[in-house]
T-cell receptor, first 113, second 109 residues
């Protein structure tokens, strides 16, 4: 089955700790995205990548980092610089760029201990 | 600054009734998307509207787009409980989706 997987489903972060959220897709999509969702809010773009080895900051990139070494993988690291990381994180992919429909993974819920 | 505004943000309606959700956006966009999200779950693509006057229907949901007014509507016909969810509209002014805050719909008996 083709799709997008995210792991873990739940993640707990301690003060000062970096954590990494996994996103993998087997849809052969070129573009991948990370969004953050806070309760009662829409999604906000953190980072996006339109091709391997290239990525761009979104609207709320501070305190986050990404890499895109493989077409199918786009991991997101939440660094200790992100002071309010508690949120639902959604990864998405599209065939090529934002003008194509984005398909979303199941999400990772990050909580701070 | 781009704004995508949905209203209402919360909607409780009885089964069998009709209602419309509105999505206004403040800049030009090549297309408009509607997504559905069930509690604690991911987003599911419902519709993509590509041009002025576009109308798409799936079951009890019908979406339309007026690019001149920068307005999209999601009309619900004869609501059923299974339609209870949060509905998001999103536009594409540049490199990625810009979402509204969502409309939480609760359909009651």
């Amino acid at each position: 089955d083709g799709g997008i997987t995210q792991s873990p489903k739940y993640l707990f972060r301690k003060e000062g700790q970096n954590v990494t959220l996994s996103c993998e897709q087997n849809l052969n999509h070129d573009a991948m995205y990370w969004y953050r969702q806070d309760p009662g809010q829409g999604l906000r773009l953190i980072y996006y990548s339109q091709i391997v080895n290239d990525f761009q900051k979104g609207d709320i990139a501070e305190g986050y980092s990404v890499s895109r070494e493989k077409k199918e993988s786009f991991p997101l690291t939440v660094t200790s610089a992100q002071k309010n990381p508690t949120a639902f994180y959604l990864c998405a992919s599209s065939i090529a760029g934002a003008l194509e429909t984005q398909y979303f993974g199941p999400g990772t819920r990050l909580l701070v201990l | 600054e781009l704004k995508v505004e949905q209203n209402p943000l919360f909607l409780s309606m009885q089964e069998g009734k009709n209602y419309t959700i509105y999505c206004n956006y403040s800049t030009t966009s090549d297309r408009l998307y509607w997504y559905r999200q069930d509690p604690g779950k991911s987003l599911e693509s419902l519709f993509v509207l590509l041009s002025n006057g576009a109308v798409k229907q799936e079951g009890r949901l019908m979406a339309s787009l007026d690019t001149k007014a920068r307005l999209s509507t999601l009309h619900i016909t004869a609501a059923v409980h299974d339609l209870s969810a949060t509905y998001f509209c999103a536009v594409v002014p540049g490199y990625a989706l810009n979402f509204g805050k969502g409309t939480s719909l609760l359909v009651t008996p």
